[in-house]
């Protein structure tokens, strides 16, 4: 009987971990992050508008103004999609249970 057990475990598809989602904290942590670089490029773009003149001024402030949107849509935006699973995981049409009539054929 236990030999049984291990050849049908052996024959069973085996999970990948590697199609699981990450974490919620590293989630937050990788939008946190996106954010504060995104600020911190904002701040540059205010300083260097301060000491720049004509229209790269212009482009900085315009820069620093939209940067705080683009980064809040991007903090907000959730988690990843989630992928479709493995080809290891898909059930095929050998585990599906035949029809009434299929059964009664054979």
Do not use: H
């Amino acid at each position: 009987m236990r030999w049984t057990t291990a050849r049908r475990a052996a024959k069973a598809p085996a999970i990948r971990i590697t199609t699981a989602r990450k974490s919620v904290a590293d989630d937050q942590a990788r939008r946190v992050r996106g954010y504060v670089i995104s600020m911190t490029i904002r701040i540059i773009c205010f300083l260097l508008a301060v000491v720049t003149t004509g229209v790269l001024r212009w482009v900085l402030v315009a820069g620093a103004l939209i940067i705080p949107y683009i980064a809040v849509v991007f903090a907000n935006g959730g988690r990843e999609p989630v992928e479709d699973a493995p080809e290891t995981l898909r059930l095929g049409a050998d585990r599906e249970l035949p029809s009434g009539a299929e059964r009664r054929a054979s």
